[in-house]
């Protein structure tokens, strides 16, 4: 359980510097490409530990998922997957929701929450949905938000077709990189 906690703190630590200040300091000191060479490198490490980490948690169950919780998780998990390919490209979606990329994860740990009950995945999927939430509140308390130019609609359906085909093979590959089969 240890190296899966240094994994989660490294990865999330790392993901902190941009929304607390510190990102200007480092950039200024490292210039950007190296910050950029920097941030990539802590955080592949602390996902790594994580991954690694939990794989090697014993199950401990701590309340029984709940009934439509695997159910919710997979109808959950396109809108999810769509959001987080909107966060990367340009469309119209970013005009009507601040962080598509946070919020797709604060969803994905709120459905796959209610579809596990064991500790390792509480505190997996808890410290993802806490990190979510808490950089909307700082991002949101720190930065005015800045309107969006609308965009192609090209992009929007460019997003939505992306996030079906990912969410397609994520689907048919779930249990091949958690243990957990869907199909």
């Known amino acids: 359980m240890s ?20 990102k200007p300091l480092m950039v200024g000191r490292l210039g950007e490409v190296k910050f950029k060479g920097v941030f990539s490198l ?18 401990q169950a ?14 959950t998990m396109p809108l999810v997957i769509i959001l987080l390919c909107a966060a990367q490209m340009p469309n119209n979606l970013k005009r009507y929701v601040r962080h598509p990329m946070l919020i797709g994860v604060a ?4 459905s796959h929450l209610a579809a596990n009950g064991d500790l390792a995945s509480s505190i ?17 308390t720190r930065e005015p938000k800045t309107p969006q130019l609308p965009v192609n609609r090209v992009w929007d359906l460019a997003a939505i077709v992306l996030g079906v085909i990912l969410y397609g093979v994520l689907f048919r590959f779930h249990g091949s990189f958690t243990g957990m089969p869907l199909m």
């Open 42 to 59: 802590v955080s592949a490490v602390g996902l790594g530990l994580l991954i690694y980490g939990f794989s090697l948690t014993e199950f």
């Open 107 to 110: 969803l994905w740990s709120l």
């Open 3 to 22: 190296i899966f906690i240094l994994g989660i703190i490294i990865f999330f630590g790392i993901h902190l510097v941009p929304s607390t200040g510190l």
């Open 62 to 75: 701590l309340w029984a998922p709940l009934p439509w919780g695997r159910s919710a998780a997979i109808f």
């Open 124 to 140: 997996l999927f808890g410290s993802f949905l806490v990190f979510s939430i808490a950089n909307i509140l700082i991002v949101n």
